[in-house]
């Protein structure tokens, strides 16, 4: 059982690089979503998705673009890595918005 | 008030102990309720859902009040392993995103 894959787990940039984070899941959920977790922050709903084709802004969007071409996948894209970017990424889904979430593994990125 | 508010701790206890964490939410028209557990460095999992009428899973136990807006977690017999951070979390309305607390840290020691 694979559940809600992220890669890659870890990745340093330098400040304007640009990267993906990729997200997949094998478990038909319809609603996908990226937070980002700082310390003493919790959990930032950046972007979401309730189906292919339809993504939209969550609480921290700024800087981050998205998009579901496919029930499965959910990439997270920086267009232009900034030092406040640097956090843990989490990817979830679940079959609704309201339903029980499940998280990836995480990934660490750190902007230098 | 923020939406979801959870006292963030620590909260220190001994083996064996038993502790409560309360958690409160702003909207009234919440429809869903989880309180998740997150290990250090690791993914948030779901620990139980919380219904209305109170449930219970081993040394779990989760109560909602919907008059006063509130949920609790219960842990009775404390075990080192439950030494984690416990994250609250509601769905508002429907049609929109689970609203994650910012979670309480329990540390049990021997």
């Known amino acids: 059982n694979a559940g809600v894959t992220q890669t890659p787990k870890f990745q340093v940039l330098k400040t304007g690089q640009s990267m993906t984070l990729q997200c997949a899941q094998d478990?038909?959920?319809?609603?996908m979503s990226w937070y980002r977790q700082d310390p003493g922050m919790g959990l930032r709903l950046i972007h979401y998705?309730?189906?292919?084709?339809?993504?939209d802004q969550g609480e921290v969007p700024n800087g981050y673009n998205v998009s579901r071409s496919t029930t499965e996948d959910f990439p997270l894209r920086l267009l232009s890595a900034a030092p406040s970017q640097t956090s843990v990424y989490f990817c979830?889904?679940?079959?609704?918005?309201?339903?029980?979430?499940?998280f990836g593994a995480g990934t660490r990125l750190s902007v230098l | 008030r923020k939406e979801v508010e959870q006292d963030p701790g620590p909260f220190n206890v001994p083996e064996g102990a038993t502790v409560a964490f309360n958690c409160t939410y702003s909207?009234?028209?919440?429809?869903?309720f989880f309180w998740y557990r997150q290990d250090c460095r690791k993914e948030p999992k779901l620990l139980m859902s919380?219904?209305?009428s109170g449930n219970e899973d081993g040394r779990f136990t989760a109560q909602l009040n919907r008059a006063s807006q509130y949920i609790s977690l219960l842990i009775r017999d404390s075990k080192l392993s439950d030494s984690a951070t416990y994250l609250c979390?509601?769905?508002?309305?429907?049609?929109?995103?689970?609203?994650f607390g910012k979670g309480t840290t329990l540390s049990v020691s021997s």
């Open positions: 979390v509601v769905n508002p309305q429907a049609g929109t995103a689970l609203i």
């Open positions: 979830a889904s679940s079959k609704d918005a309201k339903d029980i979430q499940y």
């Open positions: 919380v219904y209305s």
């Open positions: 998705s309730v189906g292919a084709g339809i993504t």
């Open positions: 478990m038909n959920h319809e609603y």
């Open positions: 909207n009234s028209a919440s429809q869903s």
